[in-house]
């Protein structure tokens, strides 16, 4: 089983709490997962997909747990990872 991870750059540094368009979905950065990053640039998070709410078009993943020395370049390549430009934030975040 692939374990997809995902980097503070790979999101756009953003800096910010909120939910986010990527190309794979929208995914919810919380406070304390910043935090994680500024204290830990280069920390790979878990990407971990949870039900879409009702009506919500697209995937929405969260960041699960994290590897604070990751060793991206031996991790299997992911093309859903190839093209992440800058987020499109969200005007609503989920509770």
């Known amino acids: 089983m692939a374990v997809n991870k995902i980097t503070w750059e790979r999101v756009g540094r953003v800096i910010e709490p909120g939910r986010y368009m990527y190309t794979f979905g929208w995914l919810t950065i919380t406070a304390d997962d910043l935090e994680i990053w500024k204290r830990y640039p ?9 039900p879409s709410p009702e009506g919500s078009i697209g995937e929405e993943f969260y960041l699960g747990a994290f590897d604070i020395a990751p060793q991206l370049q031996s991790a299997p390549h992911d093309p859903a990872f190839e093209n992440v430009h800058p987020p499109h934030r969200s005007s609503t975040t989920p509770q």
């Open 42 to 50: 280069n920390a790979a998070f878990t990407l971990l997909a949870r």
